[in-house]
């Protein structure tokens, strides 16, 4: 049986809620209730100014010195360590809109993204929306505003899937399109070409970007644990089918699925990119919190 | 039957391309990867599948020839190699293997019989069975040597037709309780009156995987062949000194016509007629004897059949009993001047219709009722009152002392009889000759006719009118006059219409007495104009008198019970009956149903069997024959489409007795198949795990 806490982050939990919102208001207070009990928290900020003490205050915040010093209540301003712009990426391909059980990788990528937004701007950072699929859907570009949470929540629901992957080049593309440095993080099944995947990651580390992947694969793409004699059509390309015995072919094909995930996790390696293999199993609190331990 | 089964090889192969045609449809986002992991394997899966497919076809074709129960042989595998052998050797020892070639081929099969114990090693074991057994001894396996010595070497032919529906019934259920390799064998001269009523189903739990192997024994081709078919009298009465007839029909199994055959009449081993005959294909032929017997009691005798290179059992047994000529003294009560109205006119001409003293059973002498008072009854067998008034004490006396001896008694009325005086005479005293009193005479009304009713035709005085034109004679007869019988103390044989009595019998001491409550003439009824009157009297007279009128037996089949009845008096004596080997064997008669009765099932030889009563007083035949069924003589034997259908799934093979010498071994091949099976297995099942590895 599930305890409290898994079913909390349980990914199947998550999709019979209806507001995109609320999970992902969910898993982030989820994951930081967590984290105040483990005392790991806390972000750095920096002294930004004075400003005299208005009633309403926390008396916490007054500045005692000054008040030694100028015989005036004022009140410590901070501002954020960082201004940091963070860039969702999310694939939209019709590659994503697969399940094996309850919850499609689309609808996984959905919340992780909402779950990351409502963290970011949490934090007064600035996040920014891309979808794409072999081209570019839709871009919010990044803002540190709190309402801003509302207009990605309501781009992420309009989404639907569709077109085929080609995430090397709509990388290059978006990698164009950056200024200032910040955080990139790409939400995708990324079931195409590890190589060209690996040159458009390059090109924002190139560019000074961090670069965080959550790498999204329905359990049945790891494993292939059908039986049977079966015709696989292919969701983006219909034209693209076999028939195989899937017993037969298995062994082979998680080799060769194996060889791909561990080309793009050493390619991302070697340019420092943060790589995350999730399946769509896998309770989102973990894939929060490989974003966080990158924040910190 | 395996043969065909293994079709079920493509069993494999069939689900190898239902598989194929049932595809599961799946959209799945990763099929470029399936691709290229489907083209890596391709080959390889392929080739496996492939062998896979070849290894389960070879497991279900080395299940079926397990099953199947194969064995290696060379020359025809009479010695076994590897696992111990047990053998059982069926011997045909019906009446074809002596009939055909004079013996020889009985010979020869106990000959091929030996030979395969002969073949027959350390730790093999062996049985005999016999197509007729004899005796009560069951077959059971043993050394060959013992079998060869005990079982094989006293077998001998008997006179029945083979039961291979038995034989190898004991055949299947010896090898059931054996384990290692089984052999069975049948050493037949392939004869088709024996083979002909095999039933596989009949033999119950047959195994076929045993191979059943035929040697063949005997010419191929069916000798001319001929015999007796049936016999029957052609004598109203067997008695010395009177012609009797006997008819024997002739039966030939043949191409062509079988001319100049004689058959020959041998009585006591006295030739008393011969015959010359033409037996044409598939008809029968029918001689007629005529001989004379010159003393009573029981005979035996034969017909012979004789021809040149003739074949077939040749000579038929039967018996005869003969009684000795029975007196029958009849006192007429009411003589006229003409004869044809005196009371025993129609009476004494019944009991000897041709009046021909010298060849008649029955021979009556008729007195006046005034000449009772000096005739002694103990010169004739039965004695008849007809019509008789006075009846003097001293007569009557020595009439009950008569009775009381065995002599029979008919007392006939009539319009002289008064009722009170045979009351008085015959009632009452200590010992009544009357079963009842006599009541009053009855007279039918004029209006309505009085019939002859009820007739016991199971008794034996009535039993020829169960041919139902003579009983329908009888009840035709219409009485008018009567005496009523106020209490019928004994048996009523026949009735009136109106359900009064018209015959009675009394039993007293060893004698018969039967009461005719009308007359012997046709006063009072027209009985003496019908057909029935005749054998009815004769009847009467013969049983009273104490028995048949003397038969022709011609026998019972061989391998058919011999049966004996007689009075619940005698339950518990012993029958000696002696074959024609003077083989004696003992038969006790049991009580059965009010009688005591008993069976002889040894009636395995052709010949007259003797049956002695060592405490006497037994009424039964003291001489039986037994004859082999006819058509043991027809020598063909049964086609080879005809053999196949009647073993169905059992495999078998025929050899001549011939190929015998050419010994050879047998190995049994399951040890090794099921080696192969068990490696063939293991292989389908390391290669599937391979397939998916």
Known sequence: ????????????????????????????????????????????????????????????????????????????????????????????????????????????????????????????????????????????????????????????????????????????????????????????DLLDDAESVLQGLRLFRYRGNDVLVFHVLDETELTLPFSGNTRFEDIEDPRLRVTADPKAIQAEYRRVMENHIDTLRSGCHEYAIDYQLVSTATPLDQALVSYLSWRK | MYLAALATAVIPLVIHLLNRRQQKRLRFPAVRFVLISQRRVARTYNLRNWLLLAVRTLAIIFLVLLMAHPLWETGVGLAARGAPLATVIVVDNSLSMQVRDQGATFSEAKQAAGRILEALGEGDRAAVVATNPVGSRQPRLKDPREAALKDLGPLAVTAGAADFTAALRTGYGLLGQSGGQKALWV???????????????????????????????????????????????????????????????????????????????????????????????????????????????????????????????????????????????????????????????????????????????????????????RVDPDGYQAVVLANVAALPPAFVARLAAFVERGGGLLLSLGDQVAAEDYNRALWSNASPLLPGPLGPRRRAPLDRNVTVGEVD?????????????????????????????????????????????????????????????????????????????????????????????????????????????ADAAHAGKQLRVVDPNRTEREVTLEPAEGKASGSFDGNHFAGVYRVVSPGGGLDIASLYAVNPPPMESRLERIGADELQRKFGPVSHEVLAAGALSGGGTRTDLALGLVVVLILTLLFESWLGQRNYE
């Open chain 2, 187 to 373: 050493v037949t001269d392939l004869g088709l009156s024996g083979w002909d009523r095999l039933s596989l189903p009949a033999v119950g739990e047959y195994d076929p995987t045993v191979p059943v192997k035929i040697v063949t024994v005997g010419s191929p081709d069916a000798p001319p062949s001929a015999t007796v078919t049936a016999l029957a009298s052609r004598a109203v009465h067997v008695a010395p000194g009177l012609d009797i007839g006997l008819a024997a029909t002739l039966g030939g199994f043949a191409d062509g016509a079988i001319p100049d055959l004689a058959a020959r009449l041998t009585i006591d081993g006295e030739v008393r007629d011969e015959k010359q005959v033409t037996l044409s294909p598939d008809e029968e032929s029918t001689v007629d004897f005529r001989f004379k017997l010159d003393r009573p009691g029981s005979h035996s005798g034969y017909v012979s059949l004789h021809g040149d290179g003739l074949s077939g059992n040749l000579r038929h047994y039967f018996t005869l009993h003969t009684r000795d000529r029975l007196n029958v003294l009849l006192v007429d009560g009411d003589p006229q001047r003409a004869l044809v109205a005196s009371e025993t006119f129609f009476l004494s001409r019944a009991l000897n219709p041709a009046g021909d003293v010298a060849n008649s059973v029955l021979l009556p002498e008729v007195i006046l009722s005034g000449a009772v008072g």
């Open chain 2, 457 to 565: 035709v199971a008794h034996p005085a009535l039993r020829a009118f169960a041919d139902r034109r003579l009983l329908d004679s009888l009840r035709a007869v219409k009485v008018s006059s009567y005496f009523a019988l106020a209490s019928a103390g004994g048996r009523t044989l026949m009735r009136l219409s109106n359900g009064e009595p018209l015959v009675v019998e009394k039993e007293h001491g060893k004698g018969r007495i039967l009461l005719y409550t009308s007359t012997a003439d046709s006063a009072w009824n027209n009985l003496p104009l019908k057909t029935g009157y005749v054998p009815l009297m004769q009847s009467l007279v013969t049983y009273m008198a104490g028995g048949g009128s003397g038969s022709i037996d011609t026998g019972i089949t061989a391998g058919t019970a011999k049966r004996w009845s």
């Open chain 1, 1 to 188: 049986m599930a305890t409290p806490e898994q079913s909390y982050f349980d990914p199947a939990v998550l999709a019979r809620l209806s507001n995109l919102h609320l999970k992902a208001r969910w898993v982030v207070e989820g994951v930081m209730a967590g984290l105040h009990r483990s005392r790991a928290k806390g972000f750095s900020v920096e002294f930004e100014q004075h400003r005299e003490y208005a009633p309403g205050d926390e008396i916490r915040r007054i500045d005692w010195k000054a008040l030694g010093k100028l015989d005036r209540y004022f009140i410590k301003e901070f501002e954020d360590e960082s201004n940091l712009k963070t860039h969702l990426l999310l694939d939209v391909s019709g590659s994503m809109d697969y399940a094996s059980g309850e919850v499609t990788k689309f609808q996984y990528a959905c919340i992780l993204v909402a779950s990351l937004a409502y963290l970011i701007l949490r934090q007064q950072d600035a996040a920014g929306l891309t979808t794409f699929s072999d081209r570019i859907d839709s871009q919010l570009p990044p803002k540190a505003t709190r309402g801003y949470m509302v207009e990605l929540l309501q781009r992420l629901e309009a989404e639907t899937t569709g077109g085929d992957t080609d995430v090397g080049r709509i990388l290059r593309e978006v990698a164009g399109g950056i200024r200032r440095r910040g955080l990139v993080v790409l939400v995708s």
